[in-house]
């Protein structure tokens, strides 16, 4: 009655993942950027920020002026005026001359360091004693220290985050080129789920996995189209899918793949045209019965019909081929050191995600695990983080220190 | 010529930036909902699944009907036909009978408990043999297992994860009451700044953190509205800040916060209805020139021009205040563990944020420092991470073992 599944390691799975093609670029408005991923490299069109810049209040002058200043014996100098803000100086500075000169202003002609107001005094008339010796280049932004002319600055796949915006913008780039966003459509099948807004009968479910997995996919920059639900009917499933696949990149069925009556998802991803199976189940748990498929450039998943298999299957694989038809490099995972607090058993060969409940004390991080069924939602819901569980191992054990990936 | 800023410390800060009220609530769809903060405590109105469910694919029975069954002694029981999927079976089972039940299926009264189908055979006309000894419950979701009515699941403040509206969406919430949005007014002053998408001239530069700023508020969840650029004047930045709080509840001016001409802007603040000033200056790194302050319930926030110093503000002061306007709880501190390649030096007194660029190696991670003038953007593209060195320390060692908190 069962067909048995060839699993693939989680670490294969990914990998297939990244054998699909990123997306094509589209040029979008700066401000619009953020969390999208450059298409290409790039080089700073100029110098940044384009002048010798002060970095404090102060007084603009040439460091052999003020070689050797100090409290008892100051260097005299003579100050020939203001550097305007936003201006270049309409004056330069002769040997024993400063100018007087703000955090962010332009140096002029002639100084190379700038001295703190602090160290000043005034010496009467125009005059102006200094008692601080300083190095060519102190209190100085140099005119490309933030970037010079035709250095690459961001590589293509970089995650523009608010300290990129802020180059682009600094280099006067209206706009960018970025990888388009993912369209993916989202299918949910099963004879006992009904539409989320709809009152179950006996023997009824509302449809869970839509949603949650929809959010998942546009916090990874996806655009979403639910598809709706549709019935345990090959010839309708296979239909939707069809249909699917015109607008989208990666086409999600959630439930029916369980090895049984829900074969029938991978025959229907056969049937689509150019189409090649690349997983049937994953040696992963919570989430063993996966489908990963292609047809042509497209993709095609089917996740577990267990909610919270779904959801765990859909960090693992979904969100990774997300950032990957993006052009992005996988981030850093983010979490925390956590000492477990009870051990759990896992199986040899299969890489366990274990939900982890975090709580603080003076002594750092610790990790509770949730058990919860994974048919049930409300076992992610109390979890804050994952921990891995990874394939050599028989378990992790009550003590272990551990790291748990924030569940964001 | 300048003033001493009396400087507050990073937690001082914290809590003034908690004592701003939380924003009213609002109704949202909740396919729109993720990221957002529930307003209210949230009880299940039902149970969920709502009635006993299987997990697996096999055969419901009475647990003492397959008591002691094994291998080499089956349980004969008589099979009265298969569960329906998505409806309650019209049958119930009698001592000594079962039935075939897929997964996501209801159980049949009488039975407690569901048997694999990998533990049957077939025996001939309607009866079948058991070979697995249950337990009540073995393979059964409860009714009221995920959640059972009038049980709190989600406390107000909560931030709406996949999960959070997953379980929502099971729960049949077509939308939930939400903490709106912060409206956040950014206006940039300086004379020697112009717009992003202008060409600057010889002592102009181009606004930087206008944007780089929005791109942090818009992850935060917030509203933006650019005010665009107000030169150093002091009537007109007045004008611009009062027209600013007409629509926002967060007035952010950049630029215009050290000592000096620019301590105009806590004049300023202090000029705007029901005003109190509640932080001129932090005793952080970067970022010093920083300026809290209230005008009835609004937030008038000033911060650094250094564009390095704006972002590391905005990440430590102004995140978690629009977190807090949205009556969320600070999350937990997402980054890893690493080894500082080498010393940094830092003030007592002060909190240093150091910015790292991580790399990774059989050891584990290296959090090699980033060393940058506040007045450079680069520094910050660089950065992977942040490092705190907090106000007992004199800095940091290499070699040392430090927490690197990712920049997203």
């Keep these: 009655m069962k067909s048995f599944l060839t699993l693939k390691s989680v670490d294969e799975v990914l990998s297939l993942v990244r054998s699909f093609e990123p997306l094509e670029e589209e040029y979008i408005a700066l401000d619009d950027c953020a969390g999208r ?20 209040d102060g007084y603009a002058v040439r460091a052999r002026d003020v070689f050797g200043a100090q409290e008892g014996s100051p260097a005299l100098l003579e100050c020939v005026g203001d550097c305007p803000m936003g201006k270049a100086p309409d004056f330069s500075l002769a040997p024993g001359q400063t100018a007087r000169i703000l955090t962010g202003g332009m140096l002029p002609d002639g100084a190379d360091c700038v001295v703190m107001v602090e160290y000043s005094r005034p010496a009467g008339e125009n005059l102006v004693e ?72 006996p023997g009824q479910v509302r449809d869970v996995n839509s949603h949650s997995v929809a959010a998942l996919c546009r916090a990874e920059g ?24 015109d607008f989208a990149d990666v086409v999600l069925l959630s439930g ?84 477990l607090s009870r051990s759990v ?27 919860s069924p994974s048919g049930l939602i409300s076992g992610l819901v109390q979890a804050d983080a994952l921990v891995v569980c990874p394939e050599n191992s028989e378990g992790l054990y009550a003590g272990q220190e551990v790291f748990a990936e924030l569940l964001r």
């Design 222 to 245: 996806a655009e979403v189209r639910f598809e709706g639900l549709v019935r345990d009917d090959v010839a309708k499933l296979e239909a939707s899918v069809r249909n699917a696949l």
């Design 256 to 339: 029916g793949s369980s090895a049984g009556m829900r074969d029938h998802t991978v025959d229907i991803f056969l049937s689509m045209p150019d189409s090649e199976l690349l997983v049937h189940g994953a040696a992963i748990s919570p989430g063993k019965p996966f489908i990963l498929a292609r047809s042509g450039k497209k993709c095609l998943m089917g996740l577990p019909g267990h909610v919270s298999s779904a959801l765990v299957c859909a960090r693992v694989f979904l969100a990774p081929l997300l950032r990957h038809l993006q052009g992005g490099e996988e981030p850093v995972a983010a979490g925390v050191q956590a000492v």
């Design 37 to 56: 991923y450059l298409a290409h490299d790039w080089a700073a069109p100029e110098d940044l920020p384009g002048f010798n810049r002060s970095t404090v």
């Design 345 to 371: 058993a896992s199986a040899q060969g299969r890489r366990d995600f274990i939900r982890v409940k975090l709580s603080r004390s003076e002594k750092g991080w610790s990790a509770e695990p949730v058990t």
């Design 130 to 201: 200094l008692v601080r010796t300083q190095a060519p280049g102190d209190h100085v932004l140099e005119r490309d220290e933030d970037a010079a002319l035709g250095k690459t600055l961001l590589t293509a796949g970089t995650r523009l985050r608010p300290q990129e915006i802020g180059l682009l913008a600094a280099l006067g780039q209206a706009g960018v080129s970025v990888t388009r966003r993912p369209r993916v459509a989202i299918l949910s099948t099963g004879d006992e789920v009904v539409p989320f807004d709809q009152k179950p009968l």
